[in-house]
T-cell receptor, first 112, second 116 residues
Framework: ELKVEQNPLFLSMQEGKNYTIYCNYS?????LYWYRQDPGKSLESLFV?????AVKQEGRLMASLDTKARLSTLHITAAVHDLSATYFC????????????FGTGTRLTIIP | DVKVTQSSRYLVKRTGEKVFLECVQD?????MFWYRQDPGLGLRLIYF???????EKGDIPEGYSVSREKKERFSLILESASTNQTSMYLC???????????????FGAGTRLSVL
């Protein structure tokens, strides 16, 4: 059974600082997704990582995938308040069915 | 733009009522999913469907059933609502993995259900 672990679960950081969210998964996969959820809202797709070594960047967020280590990271650079949200990673099990397995989410709060 | 529409944003129901949550998508996606989201528990899959009239149990199917009579519509049914089914319910859709490399899963806005 595929397991996806995120850490930390909660992260409070000051504006301007850098930090990284980690997503570990337990079985072979080469397709990983990051989502963002604002309070009371639904999930929006942020990044799709489709191969080992894939790196995607948008604004102050950068995601990477290491399939050998079964690890993805979401790096936040010089955080700003509007990045406050919950971030989920989700893994597509290779040769599995079409469902994603989600991590428990990281609630990020940026403090002015 | 992908559109995944859930019929209600907020619902209040009484214990024992039969509850229908509807989800409609306009992307011709094969796969549709129902999740519930509770604080501290993340997203938990209730049921999913990979084709019309096909369904598979997710991680927490007890107390729920689903219906998929048409490709674009996936309904979640609470046969007899209970207070522990108070939650945020999210519908999602996804194409087939052969249809495109990215194969993103798209979510509806969610239905916040309160069972009193």
């Amino acid at each position: 059974e595929l397991k996806v672990e995120q850490n930390p679960l909660f992260l409070s950081m000051q504006e301007g600082k850098n930090y990284t969210i980690y997503c570990n998964y337990s079985t072979t996969s080469d397709r990983l997704y990051w989502y963002r959820q604002d309070p009371g809202k639904s999930l929006e797709s942020l990044f799709v990582l489709l191969s080992n070594g894939a790196v995607k960047q948008e604004g102050r967020l950068m995601a990477s995938l290491d399939t050998k280590a079964r690890l993805s990271t979401l790096h936040i650079t010089a955080a700003v308040h509007d990045l406050s949200a919950t971030y989920f990673c989700a893994v597509d099990e290779r040769f599995g069915n079409e469902k994603l397995t989600f991590g428990t989410g990281t609630r990020l709060t940026i403090i002015p | 733009d992908v559109k995944v529409t859930q019929s209600s944003r907020y619902l209040v129901k009484r214990t024992g009522e039969k509850v229908f949550l509807e989800c409609v998508q306009d992307m011709d996606h094969e796969n549709m999913f129902w999740y519930r989201q509770d604080p501290g528990l993340g997203l938990r899959l209730i049921y999913f469907s990979y084709d019309v009239k096909m369904k598979e149990k997710g991680d927490i199917p007890e107390g729920y059933s689903v219906s998929r009579e048409k490709k674009e519509r996936f309904s979640l049914i609470l046969e007899s609502a209970s207070t522990n089914q108070t939650s945020m319910y999210l519908c999602a859709t996804r194409g087939h993995s052969s249809g495109g490399a990215k194969n993103i899963q798209y979510f509806g806005a969610g239905t916040r259900l309160s069972v009193l």
